[in-house]
């Protein structure tokens, strides 16, 4: 069966340090990939998404992303972390062709501490 | 564009009332999709309309669960009678294509006592 895993529940990182965070899926073919955010009392909004292509895909806020075929892993990066990008991060998976039920993963929630 | 609207924002009710969630999606989107929240489950796909048509409800609950969308800027999700493990955030969201990212609402977060 189809599914995507964010090992990662709670990341706490520091002002200013880099950021990884991991997202890996389970399908029979490259499915489309994306990574939504959700700050408190707000809804999810798209930071990037990749379909095709080059493998390494910008986002809005700095953030950026890179795919790897070959460990299944769609990792989350931001080099220099802001106190504001406290929020949980939420990858997400379409396998591509056709309409197909998008599947979140459980969230990690990133604390930034000064 | 405002993005999508969701109404009302938090909503308390008695376990038995009806509950009425709205939603406007972004204009021209084709897709509109409800979804629910909670610690429990994560995130919960309950339906998604096309162009205005129920496409897939699998993920509706029970019975007590509906929804609507009478036009392409309106769409409701009624829960009736309300239990208290209804109590979660539900968010709608819309977008172009459902392969092209979803554009979310704010969220209502349901209280059911």
């Known amino acids: 069966a189809q599914s995507v895993t964010q090992p990662d529940i709670h990341i706490t990182v520091s002002e200013g340090a880099s950021l990884e965070l991991r997202c890996n899926y389970s399908?029979?073919?490259?499915?489309?990939l994306f990574w939504y955010v959700q700050s408190p009392g707000q809804g999810l909004q798209l930071l990037l998404k990749?379909?095709?292509?080059?493998?390494l895909v910008q986002g809005i806020k700095g953030f950026e992303a890179e795919f790897k075929r070959s460990q299944s892993s769609f990792n989350l990066r931001k080099p220099s972390v802001h106190w504001s990008d406290a929020a949980e991060y939420f990858c997400a998976v379409v396998p591509s062709g056709g309409y197909q039920k998008v599947t979140f993963g459980t969230g990690t929630k990133l604390q930034v501490i000064p | 564009d405002a993005g999508v609207i969701q109404s009302p924002r938090h909503e308390v009710t008695e376990m038995g009332q009806e509950v009425t969630l709205r939603c406007k999606p972004i204009?021209?989107?084709?897709?509109l999709f409800w979804y629910r929240q909670t610690m429990m489950r994560g995130l919960e796909l309950l339906i998604y309309f096309n162009n205005n048509v129920p496409i897939d409800d699998s993920g509706m609950p029970e019975d007590r669960f509906s929804a609507k969308m009478p036009n392409a800027s309106f769409s409701t999700l009624k829960i009736q009678p309300s239990e208290p493990r209804d109590s979660a955030v539900y968010f709608c969201?819309?977008?172009?294509?459902?392969?092209?990212?979803?554009?979310f609402g704010s969220g209502t977060r349901l209280t059911v006592v």
């Open positions: 399908y029979g073919a490259t499915p489309y």
């Open positions: 990749y379909f095709s292509g080059d493998t």
């Open positions: 969201a819309s977008s172009l294509d459902q392969n092209y990212g979803y554009t």
């Open positions: 204009s021209g989107h084709d897709y």
